[in-house]
């Protein structure tokens, strides 16, 4: 069976300070109402790559205390100061985390030995696996077949977030190494993705709509194509409104209207206006009814 996770939404208050209460009560509704499997912690979701250390190492303690053990979690410790992702990785590892997340590092073009040093390094002193946070788009870092066989012959490296839309490579991923995890890093994308077979999705859309995701891993790993296919175009709509109106802002202001206050982002994102703010309580009567007053 596949797992759904949610990237994690971080609420911060109105300063950009992590506000406990709001990620609290985000975190309860991924586990009561979303049923996820997992939450996917300090990702871009989380806005993880705005804050200090000492916050990244907060939000690790919220998210960990607050889930008790109900569900995975997966740490992002990744950051182009190795030491930093170093020492983000034994303190959530020692905290009781089993699955660390680094994503590939970015701004300099390194060469793919030193994105290799990176993650060996990383991990060289722990006991806990790896799982390769691939997001070209946003890294410029594409990682070929052969660069995954070398990450791969470190068998603590356990698999891969693949946030892209190259289906080639995701089905030679697949394909050569059965053994490893792949989880699907596109929302958007789910339904291509998990007829290639990947073992779960992690996603921002996810803290509003993980039903939806898990109705559509069910279709497809029943076979029920057609099922899928409309179960990911209803997903879209939202998806494509989600996007339009400001992604995270947009998911943290539906959540709001349906009674998690998860609140603003972090500078220099900006707050949400008047217009955003309508157009998201649109979208909430519109997908969510149930949900709201
Ligand atoms: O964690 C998310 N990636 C980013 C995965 O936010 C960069 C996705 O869930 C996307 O937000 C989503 C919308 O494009 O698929």
Redesign the pocket.
Known sequence: MSKIYS?LIVPYDENGNIYEKGLREVVRYNIDHNKVDGL?VG???GENFLISTEEKKKIFDIAFDETENEVDLIAQVGSINLREAKELAKYVTEKGYNTVSAVTPYYYKFDFEEIKNYYFSIIEDLDTKMIIYA?P??TGVNLSLEEFEELYENPKIAGV?F?SGDFFLLERVREKFPNKIIYS?????LLPAASLGVDGA?????NLNALKARELMEAVEKGDLTEARKVQSQTNHL?SD??DNG??NTIKLVLTNLGVDAKYCREPMKKPSQQQQEIAKNIAKKYFSDGVD
């Open positions: 990237a996917y990702g871009s979701t997001i788009a946003l977030k946030t890093g596109f929302d958007e994308m992690i996603g921002s859309t996810f998806i989600l996007i992604l995270y």
